[in-house]
Nanobody, 115 residues
């Protein structure tokens, strides 16, 4: 099984920054991609950003130019650098991984943007 450990959530004022991290462990296999998905209260889950093993990245239109996804540690750790945060970015952020060993989700980390 694959385990995902997330960290870096918290409360920040509008315009502030946070960096989320997600480290995979266990029977990972070959990673196809890692991604961050968020869910705000009363809203559907939204794919925020993803990065493939070839470093091909995707960003939702709502975060383009403000968020940056990256990976390191032999590709087992993914980061989400979030700048110019807005109240609409408030959500639980989940890390997701897909590999030839299957898929996994983290437990989520809360990001709150409020003055």
């Amino acid at each position: 099984q694959v385990q995902l450990m997330e960290s870096g959530g918290g409360t920040v004022q509008p315009g502030g920054s946070l960096t989320l991290s997600c480290t995979a462990s266990g029977s990972i296999g070959s990673i196809y991609y890692m991604a961050w998905v968020r869910q705000a209260p009363g809203k559907q889950r939204e794919l925020v950003a993803s990065i493939t093993s070839a470093d091909i990245v995707y960003y939702a239109d709502s975060v383009k130019g403000r968020f940056t996804i990256s990976r390191e540690n032999a590709g087992n750790t993914a980061y989400l650098q979030m700048n110019s945060l807005k109240p609409d970015d408030t959500a639980v952020y989940y890390c997701h991984l897909r590999s030839n060993g299957g898929g996994a989700w983290g437990e989520g980390t809360q990001v709150t943007v409020s003055s």
